[in-house]
């Protein structure tokens, strides 16, 4: 989510206070989020062992409902839609000629 400074000597708590109330923001157009997961790591991306100490986060999620959500048509459906209207198209120019 976000790399916090650590401007404390070691053994002290590190404290990071977000600016305006939000860190990082994100904005998702999925219908539901099934699993949130999160690691403290270094800057080498190792796991930290805080050798037995507590560490708290929190996170602010914001749900922002629309009502009409689109739902795309699958691949194949629009590709059959689409040689569907070509043929009705051709029909039509031919049907012209032979009048």
Not at 12 to 36: C, S
Not at 72 to 88: H, S, V
């Amino acid at each position: 989510m976000c790399r916090v400074p650590i401007n404390t000597t070691p053994g002290n708590i590190i404290n990071i206070q977000p600016v305006n109330g939000n860190v990082h923001k994100l904005l998702l157009k999925v219908k539901d989020i099934t699993n949130i997961s999160m690691r403290l790591t270094n800057q080498k991306n190792r796991t930290v062992n805080l050798n037995g100490l507590d560490f708290d986060v929190s996170l602010k999620l914001d749900f922002i409902e629309t009502k009409n959500l689109v739902v795309p048509k699958p691949l194949r459906t629009e590709i059959a839609e689409f040689e569907e209207q070509k043929k009705t198209k051709i029909k039509k120019k031919t049907n012209k000629k032979n009048k």
